[in-house]
């Protein structure tokens, strides 16, 4: 039986097929947040010769002003009625928009001279692909919201939508040192490490662009079955208020209407500095991985790609670990796996139980040791990222039952506010973290110092940082049962 409206199950429930065809759009997702993380710096650095805290300012401002823009996404996709639903026409539009700008980011012209006129160019460019970032992610992620009714299926859709996340990140990342960034060979003989061939960031931005605009296409045509497609009455009665007074109103109440919400912050706190961590693990852990461990262009994708199918299998888990220990336990002991595989790189590598080149009859025993302890952080890192989004999602479904209103767009925009705050925010960090350690840009080789430094805040930074996020994430006052009590009171309140 079907809801003929929307075309969905009556239930409320949605069918497997349903939820990974929604969790393709998360290509874009990876791509805008792994794939320029994992690679802008390095591209920037050691390419094209920029300092990193120059570069790292240029990522960073674009993302704020990415940040800034999603509460502006969220009451305008909340309240649009089309024929075609809330949130489908901005994901295709935003999608598309996206994946052009993000090969541009990459296919500099060779009239771009300079310090000066990459900053320019780094920050024109990443301005259209965080606009177009934002057109598409805040109503693909309310979409997600609406499609998952229940407490437990919203973290399941949540835990999938990530998993593919990683999947993504596992071609476009892990697999890109062996697909993308193949060694090369100087005249002289000597290798050349792929990640400071610009031509293999031309090859990566190409493919990259083209399999992600091909995502958002399929993401949209599986998902539009579920869109809040509104009759021309509706329709004709909502644009007949349109006007700037009514729609600057209607903004700033959808704003003040989320962030006077005492539950989301909670959340968004727990999650902005969660998030902040991972951000800043990913970005130094790269260097780690040339300058420290040493890793062949093969060592590099098995660790790496280590990470991220550990990420996706904690996501993957996520809806289980739920129906066992509820949302706040889940994330307490998330972060309390991450936290012992971060320490447990220090303790090995930095504590002197093993040297990062250590082999054992011809078998690298040190790439091993260093992955799986890697594995360990990133999986507690792959609970929760889908734990935070399906705990806000739970908020919009309680804000819904008091008001009356649809809250998810603008729910799903703080969100993403806080998400992109935190990655902006590494972005500064990092770049000052390596300006701090001594990081020389373009340079053949960094000092001993320098190397030890990068490596003690690859293995160090994420578990201080943790801390605090878990101290958070104890105060959280909703549980199943708590969400149960309220849907009871609400339904017999309209009852």
């Not at 990259?208 to 509706?234: E, N, Q």
């Not at 902040?276 to 040339?290: A, D, E, G, K, P």
């Not at 594995?375 to 989004?389: Q, S």
């Not at 990655?423 to 390596?434: A, E, H, N």
Request: glycine share 10%; net charge neutral.
């Amino acid at each position: 039986m079907t809801d003929n409206t929307n075309n969905k199950p009556a239930n409320g429930g949605v069918p497997t097929r349903d939820l990974w065809g929604y969790a393709t759009g998360e290509g874009v997702n990876s791509v805008a947040i792994n794939g320029i993380s994992n690679f802008a710096l390095l591209f920037y650095t050691q390419v094209m010769g920029m300092s990193p805290e120059l570069a790292g300012l240029a990522l960073a401002i674009v993302t704020f002003w990415d940040a800034v823009s999603d509460p502006v996404m969220g009451s305008v996709t909340d309240h649009t009625r089309t024929r075609w639903g809330r949130r489908h026409p901005y994901m295709v539009v935003g999608g598309i928009l996206f994946s052009l700008a993000f090969m541009a980011l990459w296919l500099i012209p060779e009239s771009v001279q300079g310090e000066k006129a990459l900053f320019i160019y780094l920050l024109t460019i990443n301005l259209v692909v965080k606009t177009a970032f934002t057109v598409f992610v805040v109503p693909y992620t309310a979409l997600g919201f609406e499609m998952c009714k229940s407490y437990g299926e919203r973290a399941r859709l949540q835990g999938i939508r990530y998993g593919f996340n990683m999947f993504v990140n596992v071609v476009t990342g892990g697999l890109a040192w062996v697909l993308f960034f193949p060694d090369g060979q100087a005249a002289d003989g000597s290798i050349i490490d792929g990640t400071k061939i610009e031509a293999n960031y031309r090859t990566m931005a190409v493919v990259i662009g083209i399999v992600t605009m091909l995502l958002v296409l399929f993401c949209v045509w599986v998902t539009y079955k579920y869109a809040d497609r509104a009759p021309a009455a509706a329709r004709d009665s909502e644009q007949g208020s349109a006007g700037i007074g009514p729609a600057v109103r209607t903004f700033f109440h959808d704003v003040f209407d989320v962030y006077s919400d005492r539950l989301v912050w909670f959340v968004f706190t727990f999650f902005l500095i969660a998030q902040f961590s991972m951000l800043v693990v990913s970005q130094v852990q790269m260097f780690t991985y040339v300058e420290y461990m040493q890793f062949t262009a093969a060592e590099k994708t098995f660790v790496h790609t280590g990470g991220m199918v550990a990420f996706a299998i904690g996501s993957l888990v996520l809806g289980r670990l739920v129906r066992r220990l509820d949302k706040k336990k889940t994330g307490m002991v998330a972060m309390a796996v991450a936290s012992a595989g971060s320490l447990g790189l220090f303790a090995v590598f930095t504590g002197g139980l093993l040297d990062p080149q250590a082999e054992l009859g011809g078998v690298p025993v040190a790439v091993g040791v260093f992955g799986l302890l890697q594995m360990m952080w990133w999986g507690g890192c792959g609970v929760i990222v889908p734990l935070a989004t399906s705990m806000i999602a739970d908020l919009a479904e309680v804000k819904r039952w008091k008001t009356g209103e649809v809250t998810e767009g603008r729910y799903a925009a703080g969100f993403s506010f806080f998400l992109k705050l935190a990655i902006s925010l590494g972005l500064v960090v990092t770049g000052y973290i390596l300006k701090f350690v001594g990081y020389q840009s373009g340079a053949p080789a960094q000092t001993p110092e320098v190397v030890d430094n990068l490596a003690l805040t690859t293995f160090l930074a994420g578990p201080v940082l943790m801390l605090f996020s878990f101290a958070v994430l104890r105060r959280y006052p909703i549980s199943q049962e708590t969400i149960a009590s309220l849907r009871e009171r609400y339904s017999a309140q309209d009852g």
